[in-house]
């Protein structure tokens, strides 16, 4: 099993951008596969972003496709999600998730969660 924690939260304007960083603390964390999801107020998990073990393969949702990056640097063990063209209902807290094989898009099949970051997009 690992532990996740994330980073990089905070206030951005609209049209601004931000990197949010996963780091993976754990027994092989390379092994696993790693996602983002967000969940804004009053509404449930949204998945935004995933990258397969196996090939690192990129996939992601809908609403942020275009606007969102995700990569791995696997030295230091750390997810990132870049992230752009930030609009105000991107507000949400951003959630580092991890599993074996492939994090599913579906948020009640994901096994491991970090505690979350809080990005607000505001002017």
């Known amino acids: 099993q690992v532990q996740l924690v994330e980073s990089g939260g905070g206030l951005v304007q609209p049209g601004g951008s931000l990197r949010l960083s996963c780091e993976v603390a754990?027994?092989?964390?390379?092994?696993?596969?790693m996602g983002w999801f967000r969940q804004a107020p009053g509404k449930g998990r949204e998945f935004v972003a995933g990258?397969?073990?196996?090939?690192?393969?990129?996939y992601y949702g809908v609403t942020m496709a275009g606007r969102v990056t995700i990569s791995r640097e696997n030295a230091k063990n750390t997810v990132f999600l870049q992230m752009s063209s930030l609009k105000p209902e991107d507000t949400a807290v951003y959630y580092c998730?991890?599993?074996?094989?492939?994090?599913?898009?579906?948020?009640?099949?994901?096994?491991?969660w970090g505690q979350g970051t809080l990005v607000t997009v505001s002017s």
């Open positions: 990258l397969r073990w196996i090939d690192e393969d990129p």
């Open positions: 998730a991890a599993d074996r094989d492939q994090v599913s898009i579906d948020d009640k099949y994901v096994k491991i």
């Open positions: 754990g027994r092989s964390p390379e092994r696993y596969a």
